[in-house]
């Protein structure tokens, strides 16, 4: 059953305060018959009679869904004159609706809050009519005007914060709708709303839905996204975008984003678990294609050593050819065969099959040829199978961060030692900082690498000089709770882990400093935060690296496509004897349907 909202009060009491405030027609005698949708969305975001039986409530139908969460709004098509509530709501019938858009009906059920996600996802609730039993008065009536959702109705500031005394809940805040966009689009929530042509910002996803914004000028990235640039700029003109009719029926357009979604999109205003407010349209605008296309990097230089970072999404040998023979050819094109590539997410032998195997040989075996078979080097590579079990991810997966490199360019020192539980240190070599492991992790005793992945290091020498790059896969935004959450600022549970990450990356980032004040290192892989991020901040300290993502114009800076939001999950981080680079975050993944991972890599170029 859904997880929801208990009752806070006697229905009597619940009742009197809703009378009071004017939210129920007539007077204090009224009668639950007299109940309109307004009176029970109320002015905050949880009904004044939640867990109260409501009888003969009226209005029109404006959606159905007959999958998923079954049910169907419907609106008063004579609405009260407070913005901030709603006049439209969702009626939950578990099977599927019989209802039609069009059909004036009256609904009696119970007034319940639904949390999509439950409780501990931090979401905001859903109010809902439950066990409904409804009666169709007539049929073929006119669906409320939808009220439209532009830049210039979405407030500019994002959401009120809460408090200490209510745990940063926002939940028993009345609704400002004028001032804040979540309170606006809380005030809209089940009504009838329509966008206009409006710009892609998050493509086409497997489940059928799509991000666009209405305010085309906000963060724009060069590209055509939105740029999530700080906690406090959320970007409030994004809306996700989903469809009533079943794809089987209908099939979902696909839009990469920069694209164009054309024409009117129409219907209900839904709040789900993976995006909060979306658009449920009964009418869907068409898309309209800007021609995008995955980019390109530059070949580096006879003398500029190219290395990258690429996460490939959970790859093993059970994945299809066609996936290593795109990421293959994504390497040897899109990247310009880089001289180091460190790979994030290359599952064992057997992928999530859950049997022991820890041994990655097929998978690198698998990449390797396909990146030949495409024209590109012969790659080596070098890796630490982790521990059974211990490094996150997809369970049975076991991944791993793995190097590949060229060897007509690029020599490995090799250390031999490392294993998934000893810790290569930084040692003296020639007068020179180097590994006393390489590869090998760094220190992995260290709780801060709790069922994560620890560090892979490597020792390599270009034209004779010495590099060391150090591959990380930190901690994922798992647990964190949405930018829509009812706790504002929301509950960002990961960050402490990744902070301790990146302080033990930092101190043996600076023992090798300790032992050659120039020495050429490089932090790469996916880091799971932002540039501006605290993480980030906590990598870089005292000076030890640089972020050089930072390197780009504003616009450029982004790996990965989040609801909307274009960000920065995948970096490079440079030593300060690296202080003349070339830069390019490559752009083939993220912000497209068709995806052969959802990461895109990133490169840097520079003379040792």
């Known amino acids: 059953m859904p997880s ?24 204090s005698s009224a009668s639950a018959a007299e109940i309109r949708i307004h009176g029970i969305q109320g002015p905050g975001r949880i009904s004044p009679l939640v867990g109260t039986p409501v009888a003969d409530v009226p209005g029109i139908v404006t959606g159905v869904r007959t999958y998923g969460s079954r049910g169907f709004w419907f609106q008063d098509p004579n609405p009260d004159k407070d913005r901030a509530t709603s006049e439209g709501i969702f009626v939950f019938t578990s099977a599927v609706p019989t209802v039609a858009v069009g059909d004036s009906i009256k609904v009696s059920g119970t007034v319940t809050e639904y949390i999509p996600g439950g409780a501990a996802s931090g979401n ?11 009666t169709v008065v007539s049929s073929g009536n006119k ?34 709708p004028r001032s804040y966009a979540l309170d606006y689009y809380e005030s809209l929530e089940g009504m009838n709303v329509r966008v206009g042509t409006s710009r892609v910002v998050g493509a086409t996803d497997p489940y059928s839905e799509l991000w666009v914004t209405v305010k085309p000028s906000e963060n724009e990235t060069r590209r055509g996204g939105t740029l999530y640039s700080s906690y406090e700029d959320q970007n409030t003109g994004r809306l996700q975008i989903q469809q009533l009719a079943p ?35 009964r009418t869907l605008g068409k898309v309209t294609g800007n ?17 990258a970072t690429y996460n490939v999404e959970n790859l093993d040998p059970s994945d299809p050819q066609e996936k290593f023979d795109a990421l293959a050819a994504a390497v040897v094109g899109n990247l310009s065969a880089p001289d180091i590539l460190a790979l994030e997410e290359i599952q064992d032998d057997n992928g999530a099959t859950d049997d022991g195997t820890v041994s990655a040989d097929r998978t690198i075996a698998k990449f390797t040829a396909a990146i030949v ?19 996150g991810g997809e369970p049975g997966g076991n991944i791993r961060q793995v190097f ?65 790059v150090i591959a990380n896969h930190f901690g994922s935004k798992g647990g964190d709770e949405s930018l829509v959450s009812h706790h504002q600022p929301p509950n960002r549970i990961s960050e402490p882990q990744r902070h301790l990450q990146a302080k033990a990356v930092n101190t043996f980032v600076k023992d090798l400093q300790k032992i050659q004040p120039g020495a050429d290192v490089l932090v790469v892989g996916d880091i799971n935060d932002f540039e501006f991020s605290a993480t980030t901040k906590a990598l870089a300290a ?34 300060p004897s690296i202080d003349d680079f070339d830069y390019d975050s490559v752009h083939i993944n993220a912000e497209f349907a068709d995806q052969n991972s959802d990461h895109d890599p990133q490169v840097l170029r520079f003379r040792p």
């Open 4 to 27: 929801s909202v208990p009752r806070t009060a006697a229905v009597s009491a619940l009742v009197a305060a809703a009378l009071a405030a004017g939210l129920l027609a007539g007077s």
């Open 124 to 134: 905001q609730s859903l109010t809902q009519i439950s066990s409904p039993k409804t």
């Open 373 to 391: 078979a495409a024209g590109g080097p012969a790659y080596e590579a070098r890796t630490v199978d982790p521990e059974n079990k211990t490094d």
């Open 247 to 281: 794809i089987a029926e209908q099939p979902f357009p696909k839009a990469d984003v920069g694209d164009v979604l054309s024409g009117d999109t129409e219907g209900p205003l839904d709040f789900n678990q993976f995006g909060g407010y979306t658009l449920t349209a």
């Open 542 to 575: 005292g000076g030890a690296l640089y972020p050089a993502v930072k390197s780009l114009p504003a616009p450029e800076r982004y790996s990965y496509v989040y609801q909307g939001n274009s960000q920065v999950l995948d970096q490079i981080l440079t030593s």
């Open 404 to 468: 590949l490199f060229n060897p007509e360019r690029v020599s490995f020192t090799d250390r031999a030692g490392g294993d998934a539980t000893t810790a290569t240190e930084a040692v003296r070599e020639g007068g020179k900082a180097a590994l006393s492991l390489s590869p090998g992790r760094i220190d992995p005793a260290n709780a801060a690498w709790e069922n994560s992945r620890k560090p892979l290091a490597g020792e390599f020498t270009f034209r004779g000089k010495p590099v060391i």
């Open 291 to 307: 021609g995008a296309e995955p980019e390109r990097t530059r070949a580096q230089r006879r003398d500029e050593l190219a290395v």
């Open 143 to 176: 669906v409320p005007a939808p009220e439209t959702i532009s830049a210039k109705t979405v407030p500019a500031a994002y959401a009120p914060q809460g408090t200490a005394a209510t745990g940063n809940s926002i939940n028993g805040l009345q609704l400002k």
